[in-house]
Each structure stands twice: as C-alpha cells, then as structure tokens.
C-alpha cells in the first residue's frame, strides 16, 4: 500500500463514488462498486444529447462493430474475457446471455446486450442514475468514462487537469444490411477454417470482380471530416477505402482475404471474399466485416453493390467515421488507472488509450476494483503482468514516447519462464498461469 495515499474509514452507508459515462467501461466500474456495497452516483448525457455516433438511449451501447473478437484462451482477447468472468464482470455477464454466432468469435445481439446491462444497474438500489452533462470536475472518487467522444466542455475541463495532453484519432464503423436482401444465390454459409456452425454469409468473387470492385472503390466520394488527416487513423479501424491505397492486392490479404473459405458450388478457394456477420439474436441483420468507411452513403450503396450478393442490399445502418480522444495516459496514469496528481479521480475506457470493446471495458473493472478498495479502506492491489488485465494496467501507466490507442495481445503479457516453442501450446500455458493468479488473487480475498 502506498503511505502517501491516506485513507478515512467510512461506514457503509457513507461510501459514495460518482461515475461519469455509462459506456461499457463507465458501467462496468459503476457494477465493480456497486458489488462491494459502494453507493454510486452515474452521469450520463444521454438521452437529452447523444455524440454523433450514439443513437440508443440504453448503457453501452455498441456503436461499431457487434463483435467483442475472439473468445479462445489461445487469443489475448479471449484470456482477458475469462479474466473478467472470473471477477464478476457486468459486460461479460451481458455478453454470454446476448450471444449470437460467430465461430470462434465472441458476438452479441447489440439490443440485448445493451438492454440487460441498463437493467441491471437502473434496478440496483445502491445505483442513481442522472441524465446530465458533466462539465464541472468531481474533486475525489469519481470516475471518468465518457469514452472517446466526450463532449467538449468536459473535455475541456480534462484539458486543464495537470499534465493532460489531449490527442486524438479517428475510428469508423462498418455498415449492416438485412439478411433477407443479401443475395444467397450468390453467397454461401461457412465460417472460415470450419471454426463453429456455418455462423458467416461469404460473399465470393472472381479475380475480375475484385478488380473491378477495387478501380470504383478508390475513385469512390468520401464524406468530408473536418481536421480529417490519414495519419491518425488507428490501424485497425481504417477506412476500407484508405486501406485500398495501400496496393491492389492490400484488402485481398486482409479483409478479403479467402483463406480458410472454400465455395461450395465451386469446390475452390475464392479470388477473394468479403463476410458479413450476424449482428442480431433474430438472425436479421449482418454487418460487413472489416468494412469500415467515410464514404458517402450513396457510395457505399453503389461500390459496395458490385459485391456479389450485395446488388440489391437493404441498408440498417450505413458506415460512418468520426474523430475519438485519448489521453496521453502513461504521463497521467498509474497502474491503478488514478491520475498520478490528483487523488481519487480515475479515468477508465478508450480515453485512456486502451482500444477496443473488452479493452474499454476490462479498464473500467480495474479502475472500479481499485477505487472500491480505495475506499473500504483496503490495501491496494496491482494485477500482475502475468494477467492480462495487469497487462493492459501496465501498458497505459508505462512511459511510451509514440503511445497509441493498443488492443490487448500476448505481446503485452509477461513471457514465461520456460521456453515452449509451439505458439499455441505457449499462449495457453500463459492463460492458464494468468487464470490461476487471478483465482488466487481471488481466494486470498485480495479483490
């Protein structure tokens, strides 16, 4: 425990924390709190204003993508999700009951996931939920989550906080279309490597569709982005057409590639092959997997219709992109994600550089495990590097000249002792080593 942090035994009816941003990092630190009998105060500005890309009213709501990525212990996003299970995490909980199919991924019906997390916390009566726009700085305990479209007078008060240097980078989303307009004459059920059920509707196409496809792509209109610059596009959210300027052959090898896929009418490995996958429980809509986009809406629908079985799609929502806030979180940060100069005030999400859904999420745990023992009066924990989660803590907290928005990877983890040379058989004995420090972290009552 560090000594220069004081702490004032409170009784419980007097522990109070206030949590800004009902996001899934927001409300999976409110639901960490709530558990450990902490009255919590949570700000949201929904419904009475929404950031461009929010339209539901609900908490985390998933504003791009329905896929929370890989749920095997071989991937670094699938050891963090069990992680996270095994601590009683709110937005897991969500996700296995709003479960849709995806092979080896981990996907959820949106609707549902968010549905069952707002429940959960508006029902619980240590919770008050205030629909509000934050733009003054709670002094201690509080938590910020406003995510990576926090509106601009907050971020403006996060500005003037010591040592805060605002950056930024743009993220996109990718458009989804209803199942019945897909052309299944044309497409085919499968997932790739035959991982899971036949979970992806592939769309195949020939070398000279794909030429073609590629020629109208890169002379495609994009809507105008003010500030836009190619440069500050995180790498694994870029634009489909900015991604296409990188060669002919760029998205064959990467969203298109049809490795994996064999057509069944053909027998054969497709040229290339674009997957939609499922994004609702009632098997309705598909989005277009790893077709994020700027451009224009009637451009989408044409360039995108010269996909076979996308002629004549019907269009949910078309693809978008707008401009995320990050923190420069490694001169601000410590590993308990608690500003290093201003006791009590925490950050947790997208803001602090974490990326991705489970990433935002898995912060917003951390920072509610920490501040609930903050204030319980308990001694402080720091998760090991061995674990995923002390990894991802270590990453946002340790000096990085270029620090950019990161996804969790075993890269992060602390490497094994012993050396195994099988990739596969290596990454599953870090998981089980991370599983059972976790385990024991638990049994020791430690969180």
């Known amino acids: 425990m560090n000594p220069m942090r004081k702490k004032n035994p409170k009784t419980m009816s007097e522990l109070k924390a206030s949590v800004i941003g009902a ?34 009213d609900y908490f985390a709501e998933l504003v791009c993508s329905n896929s929370l990525r890989s749920d095997r212990l071989q991937n670094a996003a ?32 949106r609707d549902i996931f968010s549905n069952f997390i707002t429940e959960q916390l508006r029902r619980h009566p240590k919770l008050t939920y ?11 305990n509080t938590i910020i989550a406003t995510g990576p479209l926090t509106s601009d007078a907050l971020s403006q008060a996060i ?30 059920m499968a997932s790739r490597y035959g991982r899971g059920d036949d979970d992806y509707i592939n769309c195949p196409m020939s070398r000279d569709e794909y030429e073609a496809f590629y020629k109208e792509l890169l002379e495609a209109q994009t809507a105008p982005i003010h500030g836009f610059e190619e440069s500050k ?56 997997v790893g077709f994020q986009t700027r451009l224009k809406f009637s451009e989408q629908k ?33 590993s308990q994600f608690m500003m290093k100069e201003t006791d009590g005030l925490y950050f947790a999400g997208q803001m602090t550089g974490v990326e991705g859904y489970i990433e935002s999420a898995a912060s917003g745990l951390c920072a509610g495990i920490h501040l609930g023992l903050r204030l319980l009066s308990q001694p402080e924990i720091i998760f090991p ?31 094994l002792k012993e050396k195994v040379r099988n990739k596969e058989q290596r990454y599953l004995k870090v998981a089980e080593l991370a599983l059972r420090t976790i385990d024991e972290m638990k049994n020791s009552s430690l969180i």
């Not at 630190?29 to 929404?50: C, E, F, N």
């Not at 906080?161 to 980078?169: E, G, I, M, N, T």
């Not at 995180?234 to 064999?262: D, H, N, Q, W, Y």
């Not at 044409?302 to 929502?317: K, N, S």
């Open 233 to 288: 596009v995180f790498e694994s959210c870029i634009p489909v057409e900015s991604l296409a300027k990188r060669g002919e052959m760029t998205l064959a090898f990467g969203p298109l590639k049809p490795v994996g896929l064999i057509d069944p009418r053909t027998g054969k490995q497709p040229y290339a092959v674009l997957q939609l996958r499922r994004d609702d429980a009632s098997d309705s809509l598909y989005n277009l």
């Open 302 to 334: 044409r360039v995108f219709g010269m996909i076979p079985g996308l002629g004549q799609a019907e269009y949910a929502r078309y693809g978008v992109m707008h401009r995320n806030t990050f923190l420069n979180s490694p001169a601000i940060l410590d």
């Open 78 to 109: 699938g050891l963090i999700k069990e992680e996270m299970r095994k601590l009683d995490s709110l937005i897991m909980m969500a996700a296995d009951q709003s479960r849709v199919p995806a092979g080896g991924a981990l996907a959820v019906d």
């Open 385 to 415: 590097p061995t674990t995923a989660l002390g990894a991802l803590s270590r990453y946002v907290s340790t000096y990085n000249r270029h620090y950019q928005p990161m996804h969790i990877s075993f890269g992060l983890i602390e490497p």
């Open 159 to 188: 500005a003037e906080l010591p040592q805060v240097d605002a950056l930024h980078f743009y993220d996109a989303a990718a458009p989804i279309v209803t199942k019945e307009s897909v052309d299944m004459s044309l497409a085919f």
């Open 23 to 56: 996001g899934l990092a927001g409300s999976e630190a409110a639901w960490q709190l709530l558990r450990r009998g902490i009255s919590v105060t949570l700000y949201d500005m929904k419904p009475h204003k929404k950031s461009p890309a929010h339209h539901e």
């Open 130 to 140: 205030i629909s509000q726009e934050i733009i003054d700085l709670p002094s201690a």
